[in-house]
């Protein structure tokens, strides 16, 4: 019963935030103090890949969520990719975060920042 | 089969309910996924007795069944806590942090059926068993 989390920063301001295990009332704490120490300003881009995150709670959710709000006042953005069927029927019953900002694939993922980085251009 | 334990008024007992439900879901030959969803059942509810369910500071015990029938499964939950229906709240806030496990406990199961006896809060939850 854990969570690992994972934070990849690059050069080109994209964050990728790994988790792998479980998101629940016990570890989403130590996830949410994770997400807020992250600099918006250095790195507007955070991609939550939930592709080993195996069970996801309300608890998780509101964590994210908050994630969400957070990159949006600060002017960035932030973008959850590959849930598992079991998380993402979660995400589909709770309907808190929008689906615009879920991908089910990398591809699909890649294909939304290499656009948003033309639009920057 | 039915099982029941008591907990304390405490969210680190989650983990414990986790673990002791999962063993008994792999034991009846339960699918994955569907141990996954009773786990949430179970955390959503507990969160919500004990974030909501006594005053600040009461320590306090929560009884915790578990009932493995032909076709389905049941969790209970009582305790002494202040006298409150889960269900009458459930509605799915929009735009605002939170309120969200008993909208999702309601969705992920069959039935659920809230009563107030003997000064205890009761909330049994069935959710029917799936074929590997």
Sequence with gaps: MSLTVEVLKNEDGLCRVELNGRLDTTTAPGLEAKLNAI???????QVIDLSSLDYISSAGIRVL??????????KARLVLVNPKPSVKKVFDIVKALPSESIFQTMEELDR?????????? | MRVE????????????????LTTLLEGSGCVQELIDEMCLIAEEVLVNIISHGFEPNTEAEIQFLFDDQQDHYAL???????????LEADERPEG????????LVVELCEQVDYRFESEQNVLRLTVAKREK
């Design chain 1, 39 to 45: 600099d918006l300003k250095t790195h507007p881009t």
């Design chain 1, 65 to 74: 969520f908050k994630a969400k709000k957070r990159a949006s006042a600060g």
């Design chain 1, 112 to 121: 939304y920042l290499d656009k948003m980085q033309k639009a920057v251009e």
């Design chain 2, 5 to 20: 334990f008591s907990i304390a008024n405490r969210l680190d007992e989650i983990v414990r309910v986790h673990s002791e």
């Design chain 2, 76 to 86: 209970e939950f009582r305790d002494c806590g202040i006298a409150y229906n889960p």
């Design chain 2, 96 to 103: 605002k942090v939170g309120g969200w496990g008993i909208p």
